[in-house]
């Protein structure tokens, strides 16, 4: 499986090849389900919470007398029948994260690699070089490459500030470290820019 290849500046170069066991293999969609129904889940923080009758102020005596007032009969005024009462079956704080196993969490990344090298969303840059926080620079560059206002995965091997800083503030484009790689990013993404090094921290981590 091969990806175009576009050099510092964002001119085509030609192409690169990527690395059969990450970008060449069967695609299962259910695993990519799970996946990314776990990394969406574990983003949750799970903490609405409504209060019952019992937790509401009031209640202690009947609002008003069983019989003669036209009214349904009410025993209390904390029930979810009357106004100011408490919810029935109201939502109660949870954890909504959820355990994959680490060999499925790694085929479902495999999976959306090979997705996105089958749709020919994959290039590679071999590099972003910027002495000082340069956000016009890159998107320049960016431009240059057709990727510019699309939802854009730019994958990099380590951390440099003046990288990061450079790359923040451009709409749409989401960055991440390869080691931190996840399927829903990939999938979410139109096009997956790799840097050189970036690729090669894949490799090392993922296809070991």
């Known amino acids: 499986m091969n990806a175009k290849l576009f050099a510092l500046d964002g001119t085509e170069k030609g192409t690169t090849a990527l690395p059969d066991e990450l970008f060449a293999q069967p695609v299962h969609e259910h695993l990519l389900w799970l996946s990314i129904k ?46 100011g009462g408490g919810r029935a079956f109201g939502p109660k704080p949870r954890d909504h994260r959820t355990e994959l196993p680490k060999k499925q969490r790694r085929a479902a990344l495999v999976a959306a690699l090979s997705l996105k090298a ?33 939802r854009t995965l730019l994958v990099v091997d380590a951390q440099h500030e003046a990288v990061w800083k450079s790359v923040r503030n451009i709409d749409k484009l989401n960055t991440t470290l390869a080691h931190q790689l996840n399927a829903y990013d990939l999938v979410n993404a139109e096009a997956v820019i790799l840097t050189t090094d970036g690729l090669a921290r894949v490799k090392e981590v993922f296809a070991s």
């Open 38 to 83: 776990r990394h969406l889940g574990n983003q949750r923080q799970g903490t609405a919470k409504v209060k019952s009758r019992g937790e509401v102020s009031g209640g202690g005596r009947k609002p008003f007398k069983q019989k003669g007032t036209g009214n349904a009969r009410q025993g209390s005024n904390t029930s979810p029948l009357m106004p």
């Open 118 to 150: 089958t749709e020919n969303t994959v290039s590679v840059l071999e590099g972003i070089k910027v002495d000082a926080p340069k956000t016009a620079q890159v998107a320049a560059v960016l431009k240059k490459m057709g990727v510019y206002g699309k």
